[in-house]
């Protein structure tokens, strides 16, 4: 497939995970991929890959927590690959812990990450996709959102990332600019490994006990993300704004 052909697009958090299977996906459906994370060296991993099955990635060193970051990086993308017009907002981190002891820090370092690097993003591409009345934004929200013990912090990014998108595909729908999110249930990735430790937990055994509560019987992968995440930036979802989809095998 070649649906995004001339298309340059902008996915953060990409050096591993769900981030780096999106930003391989459209790659492989012909965009050109600016692959951001913390680090250039960080993102450098998924460049190679991609470049390796005959894509084109450049890999961008920003801190999506910093606006003057964030402005300063998505100029040079636009100057470099020559456009703009599909962002994806994934960049994310987690600092579980129950509420009672979750600390001050941990909570506004998981928000800022989390969601106010969206409107960070957001804010920037807007500039070029208004200008050009076209854009795809898509942003990673989360079925934590819905509420999950010992992440009130993350919980509360990811039901804000809703709140965002539901808001942004109102005022930026006038200039042809579709806005969605979607929201993974349990996909295996460095973080999910991560909570599994959390918890005393086995990454194999908490798989196991998540595809236990799922109706299709297993958990899902990175792949699976970017496929979703590839129809929404894509013209087969062109009357598709303002929507989070819930990408968790069923689970309510």
């Known amino acids: 497939m070649s649906r995004f052909t001339g298309k340059v697009a902008v996915v953060t958090g990409a050096a591993q995970g769900i981030g780096a299977a999106i930003a391989a996906r459209l790659a492989e459906e012909g965009a050109a991929?600016?692959?951001?994370?913390?680090?250039?060296?960080r993102a450098q991993a998924t460049v190679d890959a991609i470049t390796a099955k005959g894509?084109?990635?450049?890999a961008y060193g920003c801190d999506v927590a910093v606006q003057a970051a964030v402005e300063a990086v998505f100029e040079r993308v636009a100057a470099d690959l020559n456009g703009l017009h599909i962002l994806v907002n994934n960049a994310g981190i987690t600092r579980d812990n129950l509420f009672f002891k979750m600390s001050a820090e941990d909570w506004s370092s998981v928000l800022t990450v989390n969601l106010t690097s969206a409107f960070n993003c957001s804010q920037a591409a807007q500039k070029v996709m208004v200008a050009q009345r076209y854009?795809?934004?898509?942003?990673l929200s989360s079925r934590s959102a819905l509420g999950n013990r010992g992440q009130a912090n993350y919980a509360a990014a990811k039901?804000?990332?809703q709140g965002l998108t539901a808001t942004l595909a109102i005022e930026l729908?006038?200039?042809?600019?579709?806005?969605?999110?979607?929201?993974?249930?349990?996909?295996?990735t460095p973080m999910t490994a991560a909570?599994?430790?959390r918890v005393g937990s086995s990454a194999e055994e908490h798989q196991k006990a998540a595809a236990e509560r799922t109706p299709l019987r297993r958990?899902?992968?990175?792949?699976?993300?970017?496929?979703?995440?590839a129809f929404l930036a894509s013209e087969d979802a062109s009357y598709v704004s303002g929507q989070t989809i819930y990408?968790?095998?069923?689970?309510r």
């Open 33 to 41: 991929v600016a692959v951001v994370d913390l680090t250039a060296e």
């Open 55 to 58: 894509g084109l990635a450049r």
């Open 135 to 139: 854009g795809k934004i898509v942003s």
């Open 159 to 161: 039901a804000g990332i």
């Open 173 to 188: 729908g006038p200039y042809n600019i579709n806005v969605n999110a979607v929201a993974p249930g349990y996909i295996v």
């Open 195 to 197: 909570t599994a430790e």
């Open 219 to 229: 958990v899902g992968t990175p792949e699976e993300v970017a496929s979703v995440v």
């Open 247 to 251: 990408i968790n095998g069923g689970a």
